[in-house]
């Protein structure tokens, strides 16, 4: 988000308002840590609606929560794990100035990143099928049916998959506009623009990343593992 | 002042007096602070104004008199909360024993139900000196029960109840406003309140044809649902036996303990699923959209009577003994 | 300023030891521990962002206060707001 | 014509370059200043219009000029466009924008073009909420409650969800590139304790938008998502909470009132110690005050829901933390008050606005007392009283020292000395027009008023009608320096570098200032508000 990957692809040293190349690393880096910051913020907002709703029926959540997919919910974590290994080792072949394995790792980053779309676009297919999204189509039938250790009333099942689409919906809007971000990097990086001297682009870009990961090692515990244990 | 220029609204509850109380040594407080500082700026703009050849005298500051008007303040302030959340609690707890009428808000409308069975729409008549407990829900959208001249407000929520109470002193009609807005006829969604004299309000009672306690009609109701067919009045039932649970605490499966209020009462019968008491199967059907919010009233207005001293009479927790339903159906 | 370039090393054990967690949170999900089913889940998610924020975001190896204050306020923050919100909701039944 | 100078000008930011794509696509922190200046200004007339609509409808008790549908969008969207497009923009993106750089001593913020995308989503912004305005508008009060805006308003909640949302995208922009900037390109020497008042205030409201804002955005975008695609997330009839969203929403939008106010402050702070030639008395508590009003805002929101439903122990520990809040900005009036304290001081336009803040300010404050007080609260909650505490703090708060700004530092803006008489004139209609205005609101909310009526008993009509009467002088008051502003700039007396003999390193560039700001970097050696080293000009009290 900051505005420094294009100002210095332009000014290869920097741009004229900062005292020197450091001033400019430092600004950039500060940005978007603050942007980081608001967005901790932007998702505490549902992560306050959650903690308030699965107060109040946690047999809703837990029941929800044991509908969804438990191994494409791993398998999509490990992917973003993964992603985050090569934008960390993306920045330090940036920083070793070693063009070509920074375009490869870059380039794996977008492909983990799809990866994790496409297995998410799963998910939520099945959630279609199944009549899981909230709104007039709403079936909570199969829970009840699936589950009769646990009484479930269906009305605040939906707050479950509301809360659950909203947040891996914006989830995921987060990941294609990283997406998109890592797309402008590798340009950038195959163009040669970035040098040891010069990678602040790629760093706060993995700052990122970085955080989007975060945001569902959170997500994944809170929607995947509410209640999987062996029902009485 | 004049008739169509009142400046002071009426004070017609118990608990009016109190706020007025309050209301007026914080307009002492504030009209002091404004005077002295008015006063202080005054004074300075006059005797500090620029003249040439006199500089201002630097100043850097003084921790002594940041304390004073930091603690000072914050002092007044602490004796300010305790006084206002003495208020408010005593607002927030209707005293045992008193006379209930449902409130049903809707757009844009205010329905009132009385515990004898009278119904009333945007009008609530009460007698002088009775605590009156307003047990209110909406159909729709957040409204707020308003009476300027009893000093209470409360929005009343879609989906629970909440309440407020007052104790009339003074015969009159006062405004009843909806103070939460609410859509187009928000500012329509006036109605009055009608404080009576007592033997007045006794033949307003007996006036209106009704059919019955609102209790008794929860009676009906209850039959009609099929509600007593488990939860019966001795301990056979399928379900929880409802007699004298009312104010009382109650252990769920989960382990949480809760007591029985009429929100409780509320969520069981729309959500049975949410509190399961201990030793009892969930499954009780849900009643959501099954019944209107005026049933719901009756249904809890009847468990209530449930748990009813024998007797009638106010105070002190209900040790009615199990079974003894039928005499106090009606109180 | 992390100027600093790491031993990749470092970087595969974070990610071997991420990994692990992942796959230890979702077995222990299957096992009854009551309560404490959601606190392991959620003291290995916070170990599991720990790692990623202390070395794959560089913050253990900032010489930079600020970015830790940043971080650290932005999380007291979020904890207020869930803080006094569940003031309210966790004791409603009380009144 | 005879004060255009005839000798070619100092080239300086507003002639370096020419035409429209010259502002369009500027990065200079200052040209953004003025295109957000003329922006916020065109939304404040918009709302102000939608006020003086309100307040004539109100004339009468029985609703007769406008119907009940009509005066609803109406309140609805002028409390939308007077906070979301003018207060909360206000003074940060105008005069904060134009300012902070110069008083720190930078060439630019850190993010030129992140100022500029800012702008710009401002204006998308706009441009959205302009559309919904047209094409039927909002109803739903500024405040959103649900259900009513997510199930029950015919009207285009989604829309100005959407501009709003994206207007604090624009608001989030500028506290970071604010906070950056003052952590990073600071010109050496300003050390912290030497940075003036105005940065210390700006400084603690970025924090609040940086932090506050985000949870509006979600807050609005939940809402957007639960009519648009039927989410049910606050939906009651699915058990969802309709206090949930009072939580959140006021979660931003209590702290939001101090980011109309601390920028205000920021000025109120400039203007006293330049108009009475001393440093600020307790420059560290007022520096400090800021940062505690900032962090204590967070701390207060429940008060708005005091009636609400919320449990009975929540309301005690809010009320309680409310009062909290109350206390560093009690010690910025008497900090202020005190720095005139044998100062030496002058009367110009801005020092009368100065004056009317502290004024207004403190009424609305000690109002701010009644509505933290619980058992007071539940009587005037949702009245009149409400609007007029308000309007006390934002409109005679925030607005005055946004004028009173604008004043002060117009000769540095333009370049241009604005006309001292009328200026005086328009602030005294501006303070008796307010006072008139608002001042019989506190009475109608304690006789009983609701707020969003559109008829009413009719024992409340007199003070209706002193209220209108008042609302047209302020409404004139506001006209005034719009025309002798736009006049100034042509007609107006050449400014010098420092007319008013202010300290402040704004004031040692040219008037108006190069777009470099400096033509080298300043190096700091002294204080905050040095004015004892610097000479009072000898006509600063004259009219010309």
């Given amino acids: 988000m900051s505005d420094s990957p294009i100002a210095i692809v332009q000014h290869p040293e920097h741009l004229h308002h900062f005292v020197d190349a450091e001033q400019q690393r430092d600004a950039a880096q500060l940005g978007m840590w603050l942007f980081l910051a608001t967005e901790i913020m932007f998702f505490g907002g549902m992560f306050c609606a959650y903690l308030v709703y699965r107060y109040w029926y946690y047999n809703e959540f837990a029941a929800g929560s044991r509908s969804l997919n438990i191994y494409l919910g791993t398998i999509n974590t490990a992917v973003l794990i993964c992603s985050s290994l090569t934008v960390a080792l993306g920045v330090r072949a940036a920083q070793m100035g070693n063009r070509k394995l920074l375009v490869i790792l870059l380039l794996l980053t977008i492909v983990f990143g799809f990866a994790f779309l496409g297995i998410k676009g799963v998910e939520w297919y099945q959630k279609y099928e199944e009549h899981h999204i909230p709104g007039r189509t709403f079936n909570a039938d199969d829970l009840i049916r699936d589950y009769p250790q646990i009484h479930i009333d269906p009305r605040p099942e939906q707050i479950y998959f509301s809360l659950y689409f909203a947040m891996t919906g914006l989830h995921a809007l987060h990941m294609i506009i990283g997406v998109g971000i890592f797309i402008f990097l590798t340009y950038n990086a195959w163009k040669g623009r970035y040098s040891p001297k010069y990678y602040t682009p790629v760093e706060i870009g993995g700052l990122y990343w970085h955080f989007v990961d975060i945001v569902w090692i959170y997500l994944f515990p809170l929607l995947y593992l509410i209640d999987r244990k062996p029902l009485r | 002042m004049f008739d169509n220029f009142p400046l002071w609204p009426a004070r017609a509850s118990a608990g009016a007096g109190n706020v007025d109380a309050l209301f007026i040594f914080l307009l002492a407080l504030s009209a002091f602070m404004c005077v002295a500082i ?107 029960f308003f009476v300027p001249a009893f000093r209470i407000k409360q929005d009343v929520l879609p989906g629970r109840y909440t309440t407020a109470w007052f104790r009339a002193t003074k015969p009159g009609v006062y405004h009843l406003f909806c103070s939460q807005y609410c859509g187009t006829m928000h500012s329509g969604m006036i109605g009055q309140v009608v404080v009576m004299e007592p033997a007045q309000y006794e033949a307003w009672l007996s006036g209106g044809g009704t059919s019955g306690s609102l209790a008794a009609s929860g009676d009906t109701l209850f039959q009609q649902l099929g509600c007593s067919t488990c939860h019966r009045s001795d301990s056979q039932g399928r379900g929880p036996n409802l007699v004298g649970i009312f104010g009382k605490p109650v252990h769920l499966e989960d382990g949480r303990t809760l007591t029985v209020d009429e929100n409780y009462l509320r969520t069981c019968i729309l959500s049975p699923s949410k509190n399961i008491p201990s030793g009892f199967k969930p499954i009780m059907p849900v009643f959501q959209g099954l019944v209107s919010e005026e049933q719901i009233n009756a249904l809890v207005a009847y468990i209530k009577s449930l748990s009813a001293a024998p007797t009638g009479a106010a105070g002190g927790p209900s040790l009615a003994p199990a079974g003894s339903r039928s005499q106090n159906s009606k109180e | 300023m992390s100027e600093h370039v790491m031993p990749g090393r470092i970087y595969y054990t974070i990610w071997i030891a991420l990994l692990c967690l992942t796959v230890i949170t979702a077995a222990v999900s299957f096992v009854d521990l009551g309560r404490f089913n959601t606190v392991i889940a959620l003291v290995i998610a916070t170990v599991k962002a720990l790692l990623v924020v202390l070395f794959f975001m560089h913050v253990k190896y900032t010489s930079e206060r600020l970015t830790k204050i940043v971080i650290v306020s932005a999380i007291f923050w979020l904890f207020l707001l869930l803080a006094l919100s569940m003031a309210d909701y966790g004791t409603r039944h009380l009144s | 014509m005879a004060t255009v100078a005839v000798t070619a000008e100092r080239e300086n930011y507003l002639n370096k370059e020419y035409g429209i794509r010259s502002w369009l696509l500027t990065t200079d922190h200052k040209r953004i200043a003025l295109l957000y200046l003329a922006s916020i200004t065109f939304f404040f007339f918009i709302g102000g219009f939608f006020a003086l609509i309100i307040r004539l409808e109100l004339l009468t008790p029985a609703g007769d000029l406008v119907q009940a549908d009509t005066y609803n969008k109406l309140f609805s969207m002028h409390g939308q466009v007077m906070i979301f497009f003018f ?458």
């Fill in chain 4, 87 to 544: 207060l909360i923009p206000s003074i940060p993106a105008v005069l904060g924008n134009f300012l902070v750089p110069l008083m720190i001593g930078a060439k630019d913020l850190a993010f030129p073009r992140i100022n500029l995308l800012s702008w710009y989503l401002y204006i998308i912004a706009g441009v959205i909420y302009l559309h919904c305005i047209v094409t039927g508008g909002v109803d739903t009060g500024w405040t959103f409650y649900t259900p009513f805006s997510t199930a029950f308003s015919n009207t285009r909640v989604i829309e100005a969800g959407i501009a709003i949302f994206i207007a604090g995208f624009s608001s989030i922009l500028t506290g970071l590139n604010f906070v950056v900037t003052i952590h990073r390109m600071r010109a050496p020497g300003m050390t912290w304790s030497r940075l003036p008042l105005f940065i210390w205030a700006h400084y603690a409201t970025s924090i609040i938008q940086l932090l506050g804002t985000p949870v509006l955005a979600i807050t609005l975008l939940l809402v957007v998502f639960e009519r648009a695609f039927n989410l049910g997330i606050f939906d009651p009839t699915r058990g969802g909470d309709p206090l949930l969203f009072q939580h959140l929403f006021w979660f931003y939008s209590h702290p939001a009132v101090y980011i109309m106010i601390l920028p205000a402050m920021a000025v109120e702070s400039e203007l006293v110690a330049c108009f009475t030639r001393k440093r600020i008395f307790g420059y560290n508590f007022v520096a400090m005050s800021s940062i505690a009003i900032a962090v204590f805002g967070f701390l207060v929101w429940a008060h708005h829901m005091f009636v609400a439903g919320i449990s009975l122990y929540s309301a005690l520990i809010f009320s309680i933390l409310s009062y909290l809040v109350a206390v560093p900005s009690a010690i910025k009036v008497f900090n202020w008050t005190a720095t005139m304290y044998k100062g030496s001081i002058s009367f110009t336009t801005p020092m009368l606005y100065a004056f009317g803040f502290i004024g207004l300010f403190t009424m609305g404050g000690l109002t701010g007392l009644f509505l933290a007080c619980l058992g007071i609260d539940v009587h005037v909650h949702d009245t009149y009283f409400v609007i007029a505490h308000f309007h006390y703090i934002m409109v005679g708060g925030a607005v005055m020292g946004y004028l009173g700004g604008l004043h002060f530092w117009w000769p540095k803006i333009s370049g241009r000395m604005y006309p001292e008489g009328w200026g005086r004139l328009a602030a005294l209609l501006v303070f008796a027009g307010f006072n008139l205005t608002f001042f019989p609101q506190f009475i109608l909310g304690y006789m009983g008023m609701p707020r969003r009526y559109w008829q009413y008993p009719p024992e409340f009509q007199v003070l209706n009608v002193l209220s209108t009467a008042g609302s047209t002088i302020l409404a004139v008051g506001y006209v005034l320096p719009m025309v002798y502003f736009l006049w100034s700039m042509r007609y107006g007396k050449i400014a010098e570098d420092n007319p008013w003999g202010a300290a402040g390193l704004e004031w040692k560039t040219s008037s108006p200032p190069p777009t470099f700001n400096f033509d080298e970097t300043p190096e700091v050696t002294w204080e905050a508000y040095n004015y004892e080293q610097i000479p009072a000009p000898p006509e600063v009290n004259v009219e010309r």
């Fill in chain 2, 38 to 144: 008015f006063a202080m700026i005054l004074i300075f703009s006059a005797r500090y104004r620029r003249r040439r050849g006199i500089e201002a005298e630097q100043i850097e500051g003084s921790t002594e008199l940041e304390m004073t008007w930091s603690i000072i303040p914050m002092v007044i302030f602490m004796a300010i909360f305790v006084w206002g959340a003495v208020i408010y609690f005593h607002e927030r707890t209707p005293p045992r024993g008193a006379s209930e009428v449902y409130v049903v808000a809707k757009q844009w409308m205010w329905k009132l139900e009385h515990q004898e069975g009278q119904r009333e729409i945007n009008e609530l008549h009460v007698p002088v000196g009775r605590d009156v407990k307003l047990i209110m829900t909406s159909q729709d959208v957040i409204h707020s």
